[in-house]
């Protein structure tokens, strides 16, 4: 039997989510909470039950934008999400529910953002990848897996003497962001959906500040998921790239995950061929393909909403050139249809 999560069920929806192969942090119950007070997008989140047991999830979020388009997702706003079925009954309950709600709508595409290929007859974007690696318990081995040319930039940070906090709010993390994601051209989320995060997921939710003489430098945000921790929402001001600020950032991140016991540090996902793939290979992390599969619907292909497709390149570089508080005034506008 499939049904729609009401908040009573939360509980045992996360349960399933965290005993099931495959769950993520982008499964959890809580995701409808935050994109529903953060973007107002309807929310769909069904449930397969079997004899009074959980038997799959499929989170899914339906954003119908005049410019970016019409869609439903699993799971927007995040890397990873799909159904996860214990058995095959479930999981063709599942998609046929998710299929029948996307004709229902009237969306021009399903997507599910799977790490693993689950609709081979689906087309799928071979855009992203994720990038994971185990952790050693010992912090020092750690430091010592780094590529050569890469630890001499985080041994620089030490060097520099900078230093990391654990903030209790927002408004670092946001400064350094907002910057981060302007001087890329591509509009913020609101300030809002990031304090919605902290309040949601508490101490799942972590936001880690790097400071230079008490000036910011660098901030981000890193979930904490079983034994993974996520750094998903980070950046810097223009002196992070001097004092070596990020990768400072990510080895204080890695460095205080391996105590706190985490196995797993999760890069998150990055388009191929661009600056952060780069980045995250040159720290030693190995690509994954990421399996964004597509259901299309009204559409004719594969929609390219994404800042490599050529028709948005005006955009990009007149967005850099924006002052900093007017791209955060109007970004959240259209950053809340791009999940």
């Keep these: 039997m499939i049904k729609l999560l009401e908040p009573a069920q939360a509980e045992v929806w996360d349960n399933y989510v965290m005993a099931a192969a495959g769950g993520s942090f982008f499964h959890l119950a809580a995701w409808q909470q935050v994109i529903k007070r953060a973007f107002g997008h309807p929310t769909y989140y069904y449930y397969c039950e079997q004899d009074g047991q959980v038997t799959g999830v499929l989170p899914l979020t339906h954003i119908k934008s005049v410019l970016f388009g019409n869609s439903l997702v699993s799971n927007a706003f995040c890397v990873y999400g799909g159904i996860l079925a214990s058995n095959d009954q479930a999981f063709q309950a599942l998609q046929a529910q998710a299929q029948q709600l996307a004709r229902d709508l009237g969306v021009d595409c399903l997507e599910m953002r799977n790490r693993q290929q689950a609709h081979p007859d689906w087309p799928h974007k071979e855009l992203y990848v994720t990038f994971r690696k185990e952790l050693d318990p010992d912090v020092e081995k ?53 304090q919605i995060l902290k309040d949601v997921f508490g101490k799942d939710c972590e936001i880690l500040t790097v400071e230079h ?31 070596k ?11 205080r995950a391996v105590e706190k016991g985490c196995k797993i540090f999760d890069y998150g996902r990055s388009k191929i061929g661009t600056g952060s793939y780069r980045f995250k290979k040159h720290w030693g992390f190995e690509p994954e393909p ?50």
């Design 213 to 243: 003489e008490g000036r910011l430098i660098a901030s981000v945000m890193s979930f904490y998921f079983m034994d993974e921790v996520l750094p998903y929402y980070g950046g810097g001001v223009d002196a992070a790239r001097d004092l």
């Design 290 to 339: 990421l399996f964004y599969e597509i259901d299309l619907v009204a559409a004719k292909q594969i929609p390219e909403i994404n800042p490599l497709n050529p028709k948005y390149q005006l955009f990009i570089a007149a967005w850099k050139k924006l002052p900093l508080p007017i791209s955060q005034l109007i970004g959240p506008w259209l950053a809340k249809d791009l999940g």
């Design 142 to 194: 750690n430091l010592n897996a780094i590529p050569r040319k890469q630890r001499a930039m985080v041994r620089a940070g030490i060097k520099a003497g900078l230093g990391s906090v654990i903030d209790d709010n927002v408004d670092r993390l946001y400064a350094a962001y907002s910057e981060s994601v302007r001087n890329l051209g591509t509009p913020v989320f609101p300030k809002k959906y990031f």
């Design 245 to 255: 600020g990020n990768d400072f950032m990510y080895w204080e991140v890695m460095r």
